[in-house]
Structures are given as structure tokens and as C-alpha cells.
């Protein structure tokens, strides 16, 4: 039992993560919330809260129950005088409270908090918008960001992993807040790691009810640890960073090709071996023009909007044109350079070219719009540090991504750390900016892979030397065995000047008992991973692979029984130092890294049988039905992100004997949900002739189409290559009676043919199953065939739950039509695309006229169509029309038919069934 009755103010905020403004007020009694078991306090929201402070009054609520038992009860403040006056009053929000003590809460920027407490109230405020609380970019979340704050500070919480058990919360009988009057907010402008609600893998990754689970306590668990961004910094502009130039081939390759690359045989542009990708010729200064021009544009509907991306796309610099060249300082002698970092030296450093690219740049944008803030990468070939005798400034933004180096991941030689510190301060020295764009968390699988403190060491480096935010590519989600490497990379974007190993006795405190038993077990991974450098450094470049999508075909290698029994009889020592204690969460957390380090014995298995060529394919099997087996027992308890796994499960063995054959058969029928009924066609025409290209369709897409008993439809199913992904399609075809009647596997840019034969009449349905971010789905029939526009399992979809009711489209152009039922008196359709996307959407009523043209529509500027009409005597065809914006990149179009809308759309409106929706038994 932790008893903490009162706080130093002093040490509450020499503990902060945030930088504080602090002002002196009068001597005031604490405030007491719960005393010896009984509420002392009650939580007041103002009349008309918006949700950020009703979640963040349920946040404290929690924890305050968890902490005491006790829970606090809520009133709205023109009901709160008819509290009892001795309780205390705990006002969250923009309250009239905090009016009359004078917070001024509308002036406060997005993100700042204001806690003040005495005399029995305590206020905790910010400037509260509107927006989905859970949302990194829900900006106005000064009032949460204060809640978690004093829960830390007072409350001594701790959020470990993702879930009720990862939540560390000390036990107490009182709970008194002590006097403050102070402000606070995030130091980062903006704090991201990235991942994604992705869809299940009913496979080898999540099931369905898994994958909502995990993904909805991840989300959680993210905002606890001030995940977001602010709304008054640059990473609120239209497109801030991202790869600028990736279609500009195709826009300007034919009329300029002196603008992008030239390669060593005098060719311009794409040379067949990089993925059909360019980088461009930065010093040609018609480009400059023309970079300028297109920006210009962009912001003539944007005229708040300073911000200017100029990211080179996702390839090396290449281009060796005289003038190029001549910005590039002297060449290194490789012989000096640290052999593990070579890399960043091939085909040669181009730092300083693009330093002086983006100087020169700056220099013209700045006579548009002195306020102009622009932001480029130091990336692959350019990340070293550019010339000295190149100055750029604070408006000027640099993404630092180091990349491509053979010794750049954790851990590496001291030797390679220094030289990764030197490279930041030298973007540094020029004036600039900094973000953190890193991809170093990519790597480990889910092995008990453990760099924490190198990772802490580099971290707190560059938060000292200009770092204004992050962006780490990607929470791979391992909270059983990477533990360390995980918690210290929340922590740290919130207290990146603490000592790892301070923040680290927060996580071993959790299991109280077993502390040091569980520190002594991520030590010990710790100094195996370091001593397995070199080693795996050898086996990568031996057997050829990726690390990232590869790495489970080395832990036989890494992790042999021997090493594993030593580690376990750590956790032995762990579970008996808490088998008799009165808190049975600790004992259930050693059992969370137990399960943990089980899996990794299950993966090992899997890993050496695929990896012997003669293990028989029974064999195969066995041991891959055992992993799934496994998953599908400890997937709720939030061990490991199950997607991940099967991501890199499937990069390392796809197509290899009796792996291909177990994916395609593991619950499919549940993947593709269950027959519609009948859907008799309504009989539309065209508005005009039918385009002959298809739908690309990215993430899970659904197809229906209608037979009479003994006709035949035949089927093309083709995986759509996007990039470098090798992602294969699952597919599943499933007939009138709802029994499956085909399924397959279709490998990356290949088509599978299928003919089916109706035995009754009624409706056939496709699915298609696709991460949401892969490659894409192309289905084609001899017959008109509707795409379902919503999935039709509802909740129980693998899809994710931002992306469930709404078509990913890819780079598709031309008419969609729907069926508007005679009775609809209103409908609305929303039109968005991802934050570097751009498109045009037009939408046509049923005599073929122009409703309305929105230009420029993309992720953080969604466009909804929202049309009244007077009910008609028939059922009426509309048509949406997409089309590449005007200005920008052209590929991902999001669409979502809001209800009561039918749930059908197609290119051949004869296509359209005459219901107006799936029927909703179909979706529970």
C-alpha cells in the first residue's frame, strides 16, 4: 500500500515533462479528492462540454477509482450548487469557474493546460475544440493533456503497455492535490510514432474481434502519452512533409525531363531498376519556377497556409549534371569514414546540393510570403552534414532520416553513434529546424531485441540540439519483449532530458516485487543484443535479406534454447518473488513477459522448419498451427502486435511449401463474411458510354453481382503492385446460399482467372482482403458487377475503424454511379484522401447536370456533399465524378456514402440492385 497524501509543489514540477510558466499565489489548503476511502470531491463540466473534457473527466474518474475504489460523481456546473459545499469541486474544462479566476482560457494556444488548486477547487483547463478525443489530430487538447498530467505528477500513474494491465496505478486511501497555479504544454510541436487500426489477419495476425481490441486500447494508450500535435505549429499546414515530387514524371517527364535525374548514360528520369521512381535535378532553376508556381496556386484558396514542402521523393540522389555537381562539397575519403555508415556515401554524398536546393528555394519563396515555412529532408545520400559555408534558417525545416546505412541500426558501434550525433548537430549548425524522421523501430520483429539505452543516448541528444518534433516510423507493438525499447520511447517525447534508467525504474516498478527480477531480465536481453551485433550484421548480409521484413528467418540463429532457459530461469525468480503477494496484478504482469517470451519460443520453431528445406510439409504445418493456435489464446492480452508479426512472417516465407497453403485455408469463410440476398438490378442506363479501365480498390473491397440459375460470369482477380509492397491477395467467392465456392492467393502484379456457374438464381458476392496501405485489388467480369461501398460485417470487419465505411480508391478517374431512392429527401457523400493526395470530385444529378465541383480535396481537407431534394416518383441514378485536382499528387481517394444511402455503387450503373442497402443483420 502506497499512502501519498500531499505533494511538494516544488518537486511536482522539477518532475514535469513540460515546460511551465509558473506564478506565486496565496497559501491554500490542499485539495482534498478522496480521504480514507470517501469522495471529497465531485467533477464539474461545463453545461455544453465537447468531448475532449468529457473524456478527459471519465480519464480521471478512472484512475482515481483505480487508485482508491472510490469513484467521483459528475454534474454539470448549473447543477454543481446543489453539492454539498464541503465537497471539493473539480472543474474540467472551459467552466465558468475558470472565466472567473481569470484563465482567459480562449487566448491559450491549443495544447496549453492550465492547473490551479486551493481552497477546496481545483480547475484543470485548456482551450477546448471540437473533435474526436482518441485522434492525434484533435489539436485542442489542452484540458486532457492537464488531466495526465497531474494523474502522473499526483497520482504516481504509469501506462506500461496498451490495456487495464498495463496501467499502473498505486494503490492509496487519500488522494489530496496540492496547491499550484501553473501552465504547461507539450515541448515537441509535434509527437508521433506512427501506426495504424489496421485490418485483422484471421491468419497468423489478429482476428477480428483482436484486431478491435487491441487497436481501440492502442489508441488509448497512445493519447495517455500526449501523442498529437499542436494546432498552431507548422505541422498544421496543408501538406507539411511527405515525398513532394512522386508524380511529376508522369506530369512533366515528356515536356521537361531536364528536370529530373541524369544518369551516368545521359538518360533523364527513371531507369527501370529503382521501381520506376526518380529523383530530381535540384540545381535547374526552371524547376525552382516551376516549384513555386505550383505553390503559389496551392495557396490562393489557402492564404493561412505557409507552409512549402520540397521533400525529394523516396529514392537516392542521383542526378550527376555538371550543375548539380558543382553544389556539392568535396568528396570524403570513404577510407576515413566509419565502414558500418559507408552507406550514406553511395553513389556519393549530396548534402550540401541539397542544402543549397533548399536555400535556394527559401530565398524565392520568401519575396511570396516572408512568413513562408518550408521543410525538406536530410534523407539516404543527403542526411550527412552539409558544408559549413551553408547557412539556412530557422523557417526552414529540416526532417532528419537517417537511412541506409549497414551499421545504422540499434544497437551500433559507439563509433557509429558519435557519427550519427555529428550529422544532426551539422543540420543543426546551418540554422535550421530539426524533426526526428527516423526508421531505426523497424527492426527486431518480435524478438526480445532490447537497444533502450543507445536509444535514450540519441534521443536526448537531438532534443537538445533543435528538435521541435518527431515522427518515428513505426510502433511495431512487441510490449512483451521490447518492453524497454517501447516504454522509454513514450517517456522520452515527454521527458527526453530524464535518465533512462530513472524513466526504466518506473516501467520495473510496476511489478513491485519482481522489480529487479524484471530488470535483470531486459538487462540480460540487452547485453545479448549488443553481443549479437556483429553477429547479425554477418548473417544478414550472407543469407541477402531485408532486416525489416526478414528478420524471422535469423531467430533460430539469435535466439537458440540455450539462451532462451536462462531468460526464462529469470522469470522464474520473478514469479516466486510474487506468488504470495496481495496484489495479484503483479503476478499477472510476469506472466505478460512469460507469454512473451513463449511466443518467442513458438516463432523460433516455426522459424527453424521453414528454414530446413527438408522438413516435410506435415511437419510444417504442425508447428504453424501451433503459432496460430497460440496467438489466438493470448491475442487479448495485448502482448504483441499480431499484425506485425504476420506482416513479417509473410515477407519472409510466402510461396515457400506448406506456408502458402495454411494462409489461404485459416478461416477464410469468417475473412469473407456471409452471402447477400438476392439484388435484382434496377434496370438504370448511363449517363453517357462506359469507361473501360477498372476500379483499383485499396484495403478490403466487396463485389456483387447478379445471375439467373445456370449463367456463368467470368472473373479476372488481379493483385495491383503499388511501389515496392509484395503483399499478396486473398480472395474469396461466395454464392447465393452463402457457401464459399472459391478462394485464392494471387501474388503481386499477377491475375488469377475464375469461372463461376450459378446453380440457383441470385447474388454472388467477391471479397477481397488487402492491408489498407499495400498493394491493391482489381476485379473484373463479363457482366456488370456493383462494388459494395461499405463492408458488410459492420464491427465485426478486419477493416479498421477509421477506413470500415469508406472506398480507398487508386488513381481512378471517371463516373461512379448510385441510386438515390424516390423517397431520400436528403443524402451526403464525403470525398477525402490522404494528406499528401490530392483530387477533384463533381457531383452529377440524375439529368446529368453539375451539382457541385470541389478542386483540391484531400486528408485534412475532407469535402462532404450534402444535397436536400423533393422526393421523386421513381428511384433516380447519380453519378460522383473523380479526377485528378488540379494541383498535387493524384493516387488515394477515400469515399463514404453516409445513410441512409444504398450501400452499391458502380461503373455500369446496370449493375445497381434495386434494394437500397445490405440488409443490417448482415453487418452484426
Known amino acids: 500500500m502506497i499512502q501519498i497524501d500531499r505533494m511538494n509543489r516544488a518537486l511536482l514540477l522539477s518532475a514535469t515533462l513540460f515546460l511551465w510558466a509558473l506564478w506565486p499565489i496565496a497559501a491554500h489548503a490542499d485539495t482534498p479528492i478522496v480521504v480514507e476511502g470517501h469522495a471529497k470531491a465531485v467533477v464539474v463540466l461545463p453545461d455544453d462540454a465537447l468531448p475532449i473534457p468529457e473524456y478527459a473527466a471519465d480519464e480521471l474518474i478512472y484512475h482515481v477509482e483505480q487508485a482508491t475504489g472510490v469513484r467521483l460523481a459528475v454534474h454539470r456546473e448549473s447543477d454543481a450548487s446543489d453539492v454539498d459545499p464541503q465537497m471539493s469541486r473539480v472543474y474540467i474544462g472551459m467552466t465558468r469557474k475558470a472565466d472567473e479566476a481569470g484563465l482567459e482560457l480562449e487566448a491559450l494556444e491549443s495544447e496549453v493546460f492550465v492547473l490551479q488548486s486551493g481552497d477546496g477547487q481545483l480547475i484543470i483547463a485548456g482551450h477546448d475544440g471540437p473533435g474526436d478525443p482518441l485522434s492525434e489530430r484533435t489539436t485542442h487538447s489542452g484540458t486532457l493533456w492537464g488531466v495526465y498530467e497531474l494523474l502522473e505528477q499526483v497520482l504516481e500513474v504509469r501506462w506500461l503497455w496498451p490495456g487495464d494491465l498495463g496501467t499502473f496505478v498505486p494503490e492509496r486511501t487519500s488522494v489530496h492535490v496540492p496547491e499550484m497555479n501553473v501552465k504547461g504544454r507539450p515541448q515537441l510541436e509535434r509527437r508521433r510514432v506512427r501506426w495504424n487500426e489496421r485490418p485483422a489477419q484471421p491468419g497468423l495476425g489478429f482476428s477480428h474481434d483482436g484486431a478491435r481490441n487491441y487497436y481501440r486500447d492502442l489508441g488509448v494508450f497512445m493519447r495517455r502519452h500526449r501523442m498529437g500535435r499542436s494546432a498552431?505549429?507548422?505541422?498544421?499546414?496543408?501538406?507539411?512533409?511527405?515525398?513532394?515530387?512522386?508524380?511529376?514524371?508522369?506530369?512533366?517527364?515528356?515536356?521537361?525531363?531536364?528536370?529530373?535525374?541524369?544518369?551516368?548514360?545521359?538518360?533523364?528520369?527513371?531507369?527501370?531498376?529503382?521501381?520506376?521512381?526518380?529523383?530530381?535535378?535540384?540545381?535547374?532553376?526552371?524547376?525552382?519556377?516551376?516549384?513555386?508556381?505550383?505553390?503559389?496556386?496551392?495557396?490562393?484558396?489557402?492564404?493561412?497556409?505557409?507552409?512549402?514542402?520540397?521533400?525529394?521523393?523516396?529514392?537516392?540522389?542521383?542526378?550527376?549534371?555538371?550543375?548539380?555537381?558543382?553544389?556539392?562539397?568535396?568528396?570524403?575519403?570513404?577510407?576515413?569514414?566509419?565502414?558500418?555508415?559507408?552507406?550514406?556515401?553511395?553513389?556519393f554524398s549530396a548534402s550540401t546540393r541539397y542544402a543549397r536546393f533548399a536555400q535556394?528555394?527559401?530565398?524565392?519563396?520568401?519575396?511570396?510570403?516572408?512568413?513562408?515555412?518550408?521543410?525538406?529532408?536530410?534523407?539516404?545520400?543527403?542526411?550527412?552534414?552539409?558544408?559549413?559555408?551553408?547557412?539556412?534558417?530557422?523557417?526552414?525545416?529540416?526532417?532528419?532520416?537517417?537511412?541506409?546505412?549497414?551499421?545504422?541500426?540499434?544497437?551500433?558501434?559507439?563509433?557509429?553513434?558519435?557519427?550519427?550525433?555529428?550529422?544532426?548537430k551539422g543540420w543543426a549548425d546551418t540554422g535550421a529546424t530539426l524533426f526526428y524522421r527516423p526508421n531505426w523501430f523497424l527492426d527486431g520483429y518480435i524478438a526480445p531485441y532490447i537497444y533502450a539505452r543507445q536509444f535514450a543516448d540519441i534521443f536526448s541528444f537531438v532534443s537538445?540540439?533543435?528538435?521541435?518534433?518527431?515522427?518515428?516510423?513505426?510502433?511495431?507493438?512487441?510490449?512483451?519483449?521490447?518492453?524497454?525499447?517501447?516504454?522509454?520511447?513514450?517517456?522520452?517525447?515527454?521527458?527526453?532530458?530524464?535518465?533512462?534508467?530513472?524513466?526504466?525504474?518506473?516501467?520495473?516498478?510496476?511489478?513491485?516485487?519482481?522489480?529487479?527480477?524484471?530488470?535483470?531480465?531486459?538487462?540480460?536481453?540487452?547485453?545479448?543484443?549488443?553481443?549479437?551485433?556483429?553477429?547479425?550484421?554477418?548473417?544478414?548480409?550472407?543469407?541477402?535479406?531485408?532486416?525489416?521484413?526478414?528478420?524471422?528467418?535469423?531467430?533460430?540463429?539469435?535466439?537458440?534454447?540455450?539462451?532462451?532457459?536462462?531468460?526464462?530461469?529469470?522469470?522464474?525468480?520473478?514469479?516466486?518473488?510474487?506468488?504470495?503477494?496481495?496484489?495479484?496484478?503483479?503476478?499477472?504482469?510476469?506472466?505478460?513477459l512469460r507469454q512473451g517470451l513463449a511466443h518467442v519460443r513458438k516463432v523460433v520453431a516455426v522459424a527453424a522448419v521453414f528454414e530446413d528445406e527438408s522438413t516435410s510439409s506435415a511437419r510444417r504445418h504442425d508447428v504453424l498451427n501451433k503459432l496460430i493456435s497460440f496467438r489466438r489464446q493470448v491475442e487479448g492480452m495485448n502482448i504483441a502486435d499480431l499484425n506485425w508479426a504476420a506482416d513479417v512472417e509473410n515477407a519472409s516465407w510466402q510461396g515457400q511449401r506448406g506456408f502458402q497453403r495454411i494462409e489461404q485455408s485459416v478461416d477464410f469463410v469468417a475473412a469473407t463474411r456471409r452471402a447477400i440476398p438476392s439484388l435484382e438490378p434496377a434496370g438504370f442506363e448511363p449517363h453517357d458510354s462506359i469507361p473501360d479501365h477498372a476500379i483499383i480498390v485499396r484495403g478490403n473491397a466487396n463485389y456483387a453481382l447478379h445471375l439467373e440459375a445456370g449463367q456463368a460470369v467470368n472473373l479476372k482477380i488481379t493483385c495491383y503492385q503499388i511501389g515496392n509492397y509484395q503483399d499478396a491477395l486473398p480472395y474469396g467467392v461466395v454464392n447465393a446460399s452463402g457457401e464459399v465456392i472459391a478462394t485464392g492467393l494471387v501474388k503481386s502484379d499477377e491475375t488469377d482467372h475464375v469461372r463461376v456457374v450459378a446453380e440457383e438464381v441470385g447474388t454472388i458476392t467477391i471479397h477481397t482482403a488487402m492491408r489498407w496501405n499495400g498493394n491493391a485489388s482489381i476485379v473484373e467480369a463479363d457482366r456488370p458487377l456493383a462494388l459494395i461501398g461499405r463492408s458488410l460485417a459492420g464491427d465485426a470487419s478486419n477493416e479498421p475503424r477509421s477506413t470500415r465505411n469508406r472506398l480507398n480508391l487508386f488513381r481512378y478517374g471517371g463516373k461512379l454511379?448510385?441510386?438515390?431512392?424516390?423517397?431520400?429527401?436528403?443524402?451526403?457523400?464525403?470525398?477525402?484522401?490522404?494528406?499528401?493526395?490530392?483530387?477533384k470530385a463533381s457531383l452529377i444529378d440524375a439529368q446529368g447536370r453539375t451539382v457541385e465541383v470541389r478542386d483540391g480535396i484531400h486528408g485534412n481537407e475532407p469535402h462532404r456533399f450534402s444535397v436536400s431534394r423533393e422526393p421523386s416518383s421513381q428511384d433516380e441514378l447519380w453519378a460522383l465524378r473523380i479526377e485528378p485536382a488540379s494541383e498535387g499528387t493524384f493516387s488515394d481517394v477515400f469515399i463514404e456514402f453516409m445513410d441512409p444511402l444504398p450501400d452499391f455503387l458502380a461503373v455500369d450503373p446496370a449493375a445497381l440492385p434495386r434494394q437500397t442497402s445490405v440488409p443490417s443483420g448482415l453487418r452484426d
Open 360 to 424: 535556394a528555394i527559401y530565398e524565392r519563396a520568401v519575396e511570396v510570403d516572408p512568413d513562408v515555412v518550408m521543410t525538406t529532408y536530410a534523407y539516404l545520400n543527403y542526411f550527412t552534414a552539409p558544408s559549413s559555408d551553408v547557412q539556412l534558417n530557422s523557417n526552414i525545416i529540416v526532417g532528419f532520416c537517417p537511412w541506409g546505412l549497414h551499421d545504422g541500426w540499434f544497437p551500433r558501434a559507439p563509433e557509429t553513434q558519435a557519427w550519427v550525433k555529428e550529422q544532426w
Open 232 to 347: 498552431e505549429g507548422f505541422f498544421q499546414g496543408r501538406r507539411p512533409y511527405g515525398h513532394a515530387f512522386s508524380n511529376w514524371w508522369d506530369e512533366y517527364g515528356e515536356e521537361h525531363p531536364e528536370w529530373f535525374m541524369l544518369l551516368e548514360d545521359g538518360s533523364r528520369g527513371p531507369d527501370g531498376r529503382r521501381g520506376g521512381r526518380t529523383s530530381m535535378c535540384v540545381s535547374n532553376t526552371e524547376l525552382h519556377r516551376e516549384i513555386i508556381r505550383r505553390w503559389e496556386a496551392e495557396r490562393a484558396s489557402q492564404v493561412d497556409d505557409h507552409t512549402l514542402n520540397i521533400c525529394e521523393n523516396d529514392l537516392r540522389a542521383y542526378c550527376t549534371c555538371s550543375d548539380c555537381k558543382a553544389w556539392d562539397s568535396p568528396q570524403p575519403n570513404i577510407r576515413s569514414i566509419p565502414k558500418g555508415v559507408r552507406g550514406a556515401y553511395e553513389p
Open 817 to 839: 454511379y448510385f441510386r438515390v431512392p424516390a423517397e431520400l429527401a436528403s443524402f451526403e457523400i464525403e470525398v477525402s484522401g490522404k494528406s499528401s493526395t490530392f483530387s
Open 464 to 592: 537538445e540540439n533543435n528538435m521541435i518534433a518527431t515522427d518515428f516510423d513505426t510502433l511495431t507493438g512487441q510490449w512483451a519483449t521490447q518492453a524497454p525499447n517501447l516504454y522509454l520511447l513514450m517517456r522520452m517525447h515527454s521527458h527526453p532530458s530524464l535518465p533512462a534508467d530513472t524513466l526504466l525504474d518506473e516501467y520495473y516498478q510496476a511489478f513491485g516485487p519482481a522489480a529487479s527480477h524484471v530488470r535483470e531480465y531486459f538487462d540480460y536481453w540487452e547485453a545479448h543484443t549488443t553481443r549479437q551485433r556483429v553477429r547479425l550484421l554477418h548473417l544478414v548480409e550472407a543469407m541477402d535479406l531485408n532486416r525489416r521484413f526478414h528478420f524471422a528467418r535469423i531467430m533460430p540463429d539469435l535466439y537458440p534454447a540455450r539462451v532462451l532457459n536462462e531468460a526464462a530461469t529469470i522469470l522464474d525468480a520473478a514469479e516466486a518473488a510474487v506468488r504470495d503477494s496481495a496484489n495479484d496484478d503483479y503476478a499477472a504482469r510476469v506472466d505478460f
